[in-house]
């Protein structure tokens, strides 16, 4: 199991980690990318420039100027809550993305990350629901204009998100895991399994993840980034949230050197 895992699953942080790191992305994100797109986008051809104008026309994405990450998925599973707790605002705050017990997010929104200009976080409606069907799902959204995509996945793995990855493989265009809400996770694997050592309970916590993620995703797609996160704790760095924003640090990189 272990060779065929990205080597950021399970990676060992702290929230000092995680500052130092933070200090190396304003380094990168502060100047413009050497690149239009990152990624090879073999399906697109010679309409890869239209299909990013298009793109820029409808969603005000800049392709040139800046570093564009897109969070998608599944529906309720934690994209808006994720980027509010990235930029470091409150759900009430104003310019929040906006959360609820229900769908909330209709439409792609951008919202910028504090301190660092140059980095656009997109933030999609849940896919595979009535509103935003799986089939067009990666089309209707224009998911190949941006430069990475973080799917939001909650261990199964439903139809909507083979839509997206299948798609995504096809125009060349990077995609990393995120199962989120970890906290809430943990707390259900001591409570089930009666552990009061929290250390202990990550490590059954990461063979259940694992385990079903190389079942229903690495066997029959090959191996990809999986970053399991607590987006209400994300700054204390309890899980894999330091190799989460290092990932994001090499996409920028790759993009410079693509």
């Not at 299909?51 to 994209?79: P, R, S, W």
């Not at 017990?101 to 951008?110: A, G, K, L, R």
Request: charged share 25%; net charge neutral.
């Amino acid at each position: 199991m272990g060779a065929a895992l990205s080597s950021f699953v399970g990676a060992v942080g702290s929230a000092k980690d995680l500052m130092r790191l933070m200090v190396k992305m304003c380094d990168v994100f502060n100047k413009p990318p050497d690149r239009d797109s990152m990624g090879d986008c073999r399906k697109v051809g010679c309409n890869r420039d239209r299909l990013i104008k298009e793109a820029q026309q409808h969603m005000g994405v800049d392709a040139v100027n800046h570093y564009n990450f897109i969070f998608c998925g599944i529906t309720k599973g934690g994209k808006s809550t994720l980027i509010n707790a990235i930029r470091g605002v409150k759900p009430n705050e104003a310019g929040a993305a906006a959360v609820g017990i229900n769908e909330v997010t209709q439409d792609v929104h951008c919202y910028d990350y504090p301190g660092l200009a140059r980095v656009k976080l997109y933030d999609a409606p849940g896919a595979g629901t009535q509103s935003h069907p799986a089939a067009t799902y990666f089309t209707d959204k224009k998911l190949y204009a941006f430069d990475c995509i973080f799917l939001i996945y909650d261990g199964s793995f439903l139809e909507s998100c083979k839509q997206i990855l299948d798609e995504a493989h096809a125009w060349g265009k990077p995609v990393a895991f995120l199962r989120t809400k970890a906290d809430r996770l943990l707390d259900d694997v001591m409570y089930n399994n009666g552990i009061d050592d929290e250390q202990i309970a990550k490590q059954h916590l990461n063979v259940q993840i694992q385990d079903a993620f190389q079942r229903k995703v690495v066997a029959p797609y090959g191996p990809h980034h999986l970053f399991v996160i607590s987006a209400r704790q994300l700054r204390l760095a309890r899980f894999d949230e330091v190799a989460f924003f290092e990932y994001i640090r090499h996409a920028a990189a790759r993009r410079e050197s693509t």
